[in-house]
């Protein structure tokens, strides 16, 4: 086998996604991506306690792992702010979600032909709608997985602050590799009111309450993804699975870095 290192697989990440974006008949959906990588150990004994009760193990997805790499698409800043007004999604939006999940699901599968070419085999999963829809979690959760390999960390809004922000979506693979210890972030929050400091703006943005300082009810928050699929005539060519929203992390301190990093 080949070595391969953490730095390698950021600058092909980079590489990829600037190819794509050269592809779209507008200017790029996506800012620089961002990627970790993180031992196989025991830290992901506690998916279970955490995420889906029923969570997967990347043991699941590949019996001879050694690594977890996830990495994070962040938006850019004009598609960002274009969904800041009204209540619902604008188009863009929903159609960056559908391109940026496709790209995801491509991109993970580039990586690991990559590393393929060097001898290691990988496990992957979809890049969305791997869920349980009654506890509305999902099997093989990105975000908890970013988290516990120093990605991102969850803010008020459930959703994960990474150092580019929560704007944008995630992918995550297992392989054989040994990438050792790679996190962009190791401080215990990156919420503004995590860490004790006046926000809650996601709070105040949400369209449906569904947030609250003490918790955040997902079932409010999937019908009015769903919803906002049947309702806005602008996305009925779009796939059923178009389910955004996001106003809890438009143009927000938190929207493109991590606000207590900044303070």
Known sequence: MVDISI?????????FVQEEAAKLSHPSWWR????????????YDVLPQIALSTHLHPYDLLKTAKSLIVFFLPFVKELVTENRPGDRPCRNWGLAYVKTNNLINQASEAIAGLLKTKGYESGLT????????????????????????GLGRFGT???????????????????????GENPLMEGE??????????????IEM???????????????CWDRLNENRRVLNYFSDLPKSTDVCAKCV????CSFGSPVEQV
């Open 7 to 15: 730095s390698e697989l950021r600058d092909f990440l980079e590489e």
């Open 32 to 43: 620089r991506p961002l990627m970790v990588s993180a031992p196989i150990d025991q830290r």
């Open 126 to 149: 979809p890049a969305t709608h791997n869920f349980n829809e009654d506890e509305l979690m999902a099997r093989w959760s990105h975000k908890h997985l970013a988290h516990l390999a």
């Open 157 to 179: 809004h459930y959703m994960l602050i990474t150092p580019a922000g929560a704007c944008g979506r995630f992918g995550s693979l297992v392989c054989e590799a040994d990438l």
């Open 189 to 202: 929050h990156a919420c503004l009111l995590k860490a004790g400091k006046p926000c809650g703006k996601c």
């Open 206 to 220: 949400c369209p449906v309450n569904a947030l609250t300082e003490e918790g955040f009810d997902r079932r409010k």
């Open 250 to 253: 438009a143009v927000l301190p």
